[in-house]
């Protein structure tokens, strides 16, 4: 099955700053990329995502890049703020348009600390 | 839209009872739901994956007599932990996804079980 790697396992930057987490997927059949974002105690939220027809897509200070030879996609967040402190989980899936039943394999998450 | 909920979103019991969790998709019609569980500091786990009106499939390692899956509506999942016990204390979160949906999973606030 699909295995996800993530890394690192923390980081820690200063307001204003640049954080890249990267992450790695061993299924070359996976076709589907979300980020989630997750604070204490609460669901993930979907931040971004990127399917594999695509190499990057950006939302304001949000960025994901893939690339699908090396099997690894990043999240790039700029100009960041304390309230980006939280657990930002990667995921891979394989699935296409008018299905269902994809399930998501995630990584291990990254514990972002943005500090004021 | 794509809006789902849990309930109820804290349940503390004892040891040996069950406890039912509930998952509604409130705006959409849900052919797949997924159940995770999340310890401390941990990745989200996908338990189970199911489908409306079929038997759950569930990842290995996860027992389908403890943790009872029902999907019988397009808008309901339930899972039921039963007989409880202190190991199974957890973040019990629920997804859906609907046919056509790309991939995409939306999910539920989440269920803190604490079993004493």
């Known amino acids: 099955g699909e295995n996800v790697e993530q890394h690192p396992s923390t980081l820690s930057v200063q307001e204003g700053d640049s954080a890249v987490i990267k992450c790695t997927y061993s299924d070359s059949a996976s076709n589907y990329f979300p980020w989630y974002k997750q604070e204490l105690g609460k669901r993930p939220q979907l931040i971004i995502d990127?399917?594999?027809?695509?190499g990057e897509k950006k939302d304001q200070r949000i960025a994901v890049t893939l690339n699908k030879t090396a099997k690894h996609f990043s999240l790039h967040i700029t100009e960041t703020q304390p309230e980006d402190s939280a657990v930002y989980f990667c995921a891979a899936s394989i699935g296409n348009s008018g299905g269902s039943n994809y399930k998501l394999t995630f990584g291990k998450g990254t514990l972002l600390t943005v500090n004021p | 839209g794509a809006v789902v909920s849990q309930h109820p979103s804290r349940v503390i019991c004892k040891s040996g009872t069950s406890v039912k969790i509930e998952c509604r998709s409130l705006d959409f019609q849900a052919t797949t739901m997924f159940w995770y569980r999340q310890f401390p500091k941990q990745s989200l786990m996908l338990m189970a994956t199911?489908?409306?009106?079929?038997?759950?499939?569930?990842e290995q390692g996860v027992e389908k007599d403890k943790f009872l899956i029902n999907h019988a509506s397009l808008t309901l999942s339930t899972l039921t932990v039963t007989s409880a016990h202190p190991e199974d204390s957890s973040f019990y979160i629920c997804s859906a996804q609907y046919a056509g949906g790309y991939n995409e999973q939306f999910f539920g606030p989440g269920t803190r079980l604490t079993v004493l």
């Open positions: 199911s489908n409306e009106g079929s038997k759950a499939t569930y």
């Open positions: 990127i399917r594999s027809n695509v």
